[in-house]
């Protein structure tokens, strides 16, 4: 392809979601308005446009999902649906001006850094190619949806379904369904269908830990108050965000110095089971075999009452195989079902997963490859040495809070104040120096002991937190102010600035 035949653009963004739109707010904020956002689906808002199925909501306070700069007044409850929080996005979006940058239907293939021309080339599956001096990576954490590794599954000769891509079309009225997973999906997804099947079996290998949830609705005065006197849905922010620091970023993160927030909230995970759980042996398979936090918990106020119901069955012996509509178990029992919804979750940490394409930095260095050898790092969660003008909004080591926006607040200021310097040095090159990012890392392996997950009893959690090698790289040992701070102190000096443009 010819040079005449590239797009050009100082930056290009990968991903529409939240990441993507926060990044793009950031750069039209310190006047760096020449970017385009490249998502490969018709639409934007990333998770929240993918998932669809019946009772989803957030698992955080609404009052905290949200960017901070532009918090939303008329959520309908604390623990709002997803189909607001994707009309959020929209609105944000169209706000700031960020759909017209957006190119839709862009499948990327992979990015290269050209040293000699100091440029990124990003090429589509289509062949097109964009070249930037800039990449930023906000294609998110999660991967495809994941079916289970199960003999036969591909046979099955009834209706399948992933959660992640639910069908709408299907008809629950007086099927034998079947859910396998047991996770934060799964626990929404239930309460949803019991009323519908005759017959619901849940295919439990791991059990959740659940919380009652606070839940409330916002009614016209909540909502008019919010409108009228921002300041009181401030406040209430900052209430969620210090019951999340408290909960993860110390309660998690600092589990060793802290074991007993953890241990308080097992004991009324395990209150929450016995008073909604009628029959013990139910109760006893309900309940996790590993500490609190080990894996990602949620909370629900209908999930558990679920199993009280007779049509419901709660089934823990590990699935042998799939035969055209019978699932048989371990223990040789055979399950005839019409529909499977599998609520299994998606790849994460990955080779190509983070992030989704293959990026080549200095002398061909494949990113995931290098991953793959070495481990998942990042500096501060963004950079990586050998990639230079490259950013991602929620790299390796990127989280330290419940709070999603929280993070995509410190991770787009990291990325500001390096183009801001860039520019103040008139420079177009920066990367993070080998020496920073290995403090880095020791830093992290230094702290991470701390953590409830190499402090606490994880062992039968089977948690995606651990990639293959043993490590944490979806969770930061930090708390989120003290990642905020540092998003506002960190040193350019931990970075190269020259001047190498053509």
């Not at 909540?222 to 921002?230: E, H």
Request: a positive charge.
């Amino acid at each position: 392809m010819s040079n005449t035949n590239k797009k050009h653009v100082e930056t290009v963004i990968v991903g529409s979601g939240f990441s993507g739109i926060g990044a793009a707010i950031e750069l039209k904020r310190i006047g760096m308005h020449d970017f385009v956002i490249l998502e490969k689906a018709n639409d934007l808002g990333g998770t929240w446009r993918d998932n669809t199925y019946p009772g989803l909501t957030v698992d955080v306070a609404s009052t905290s999902y949200s960017y901070g700069f532009a918090p939303k007044s008329d959520w309908s409850r604390l623990y709002a649906p997803g189909s607001e929080v994707k009309a959020y996005a929209d609105e944000c979006a169209l706000t700031f001006g960020i759909r017209e940058h957006i190119n839709f239907g862009k499948q990327v293939k992979c990015s290269r850094y050209d040293q000699s021309a100091n440029l990124w080339e990003t090429t589509l599956e289509s062949g097109e190619v964009y070249c930037s001096t800039y990449l930023v990576s906000a294609t998110g954490l999660f991967g495809p949806p994941k079916l289970p590794e199960i003999d036969g599954i591909e046979s099955f000769s009834g209706h399948i379904m992933h959660t992640g891509q639910w069908d709408h079309s299907y008809d629950f009225k007086g099927k034998r369904a079947a859910v396998i997973g047991t996770g934060a999906t799964a626990i929404q997804v239930i309460p949803e269908l019991v009323d519908d099947v005759s017959h619901l079996a849940v295919f439990q290998r791991t059990p959740i830990w659940l919380l009652p949830k606070p839940d409330v609705v916002f009614n016209k005065w909540v909502k008019n108050l919010f409108r009228i006197l921002p300041v009181t849905q401030r406040i209430l922010r900052f209430i969620t965000h210090t019951l999340n620091e408290i909960l993860f970023g110390i309660g998690f993160s600092h589990n060793r110095q802290f074991p007993w927030i953890f241990k308080c909230l097992k004991k009324v995970g395990i209150s929450h089971i016995r008073s909604q759980v009628s029959d013990p042996e139910l109760r006893e398979k309900l309940t996790p075999a590993y500490d609190f936090f080990c894996k990602r918990p949620s909370f629900s106020n209908v999930y558990y009452p679920v199993f009280n119901r007779d049509n419901v069955s709660l089934i823990t012996e590990g699935i042998e195989s799939i035969r055209d509509d019978v699932i048989e178990t371990s223990d040789g029992h055979k399950h005839v079902v019409d529909v499977l919804i599998c609520a299994t979750g998606f790849s994460v940490f990955d080779k190509n997963i983070v992030p989704a394409f293959q990026t080549y930095g200095l002398d061909g260095l494949e990113i995931g490859e290098y991953w793959e050898e070495n481990r998942f790092s990042a500096f501060q969660g963004i950079t990586v040495p050998k990639f230079p003008n490259y950013f991602m909004i929620f790299g390796p080591y990127s989280a330290a809070s419940a709070s999603w926006f929280g993070m995509i607040d410190t991770q787009v200021r990291h990325m500001s104040r390096c183009l801001k310097a860039a520019k103040k040095k008139n420079a177009d090159y920066i990367e993070v120096k080998q020496e920073a990012y290995d403090k880095d890392v020791r830093h992290i392996m230094r702290r991470r002991k701390d953590q409830l997950v190499f402090n606490g009893d994880c062992t039968r959690s089977r948690s995606y937190y651990f990639d293959k090698k043993g490590d944490v790289p979806l969770i930061r040992p930090a708390t989120q102010l003290g990642m905020w701070i540092r998003s506002h102190l960190v040193r350019m000096s931990n970075y190269k600035f020259d001047q190498r443009g053509v």
